[in-house]
Nanobody, 125 residues
Framework: QVLLVESGGGLVQAGGSLRLSCAAS????????VGWFRQARGKEREFVAS????????NYADSLKGRFTISRDNAKNTVNLQMNNLKPEDTAVYYC??????????????????WGQGTQVTVSS
C-alpha cells in the first residue's frame, strides 16, 4: 500500500496552466504505476493520464492529449501533471491513484488500488 497526497490545485483563468503533484510515501513507489483521474460535480470520475513504473509508458485521455503531460521523479516519490491551456470544462477534483507493478494500467478506476484525497482545480471563463 502507498499513501498519496495531491497538491497544486487552485483557481486559474481559462488559457492558464497548473502543475499538480502527487507525493507518495513508501520505499517501493518506483514499482507503482500512477494515474490521474478527475471528477466534476455531478459526474463520474474519469481517466486523465497514467504513467508506468518505468516512467516511459504514458497514456492520456484522447480529449486531453497535447494539453496535459504526466511525468514522474522516482527519486522524489512524485508524479506530476502539467496542465496547459486550461478550459472551464477542466474544472474538477483531481485525484492520483497507484497500482503496484504495472507498466500500463487500464484507464479505469477499478484498475487502481490506492487513492489520494484529491485537489480542486477551478478554471474560470
Amino acid at each position: 500500500q502507498v499513501l498519496l497526497v495531491e497538491s497544486g490545485g487552485g483557481l486559474v483563468q481559462a488559457g492558464g496552466s497548473l502543475r499538480l503533484s502527487c507525493a507518495a510515501s513508501g520505499r517501493t513507489f518506483s514499482s507503482y504505476a500512477v494515474g490521474w483521474f478527475r471528477q466534476a460535480r455531478g459526474k463520474e470520475r474519469e481517466f486523465v493520464a497514467s504513467i508506468g513504473w518505468d516512467g516511459l509508458n504514458t497514456n492520456y485521455a484522447d480529449s486531453l492529449k497535447g494539453r496535459f503531460t504526466i511525468s514522474r521523479d522516482n527519486a522524489k516519490n512524485t508524479v506530476n501533471l502539467q496542465m496547459n491551456n486550461l478550459k472551464p470544462e477542466d474544472t474538477a477534483v483531481y485525484y492520483c491513484a497507484a497500482r503496484y507493478g504495472s507498466i500500463r494500467p487500464k484507464p479505469s478506476t477499478s484498475d487502481y488500488d490506492d487513492w489520494g484525497q484529491g485537489t480542486q482545480v477551478t478554471v474560470s471563463s
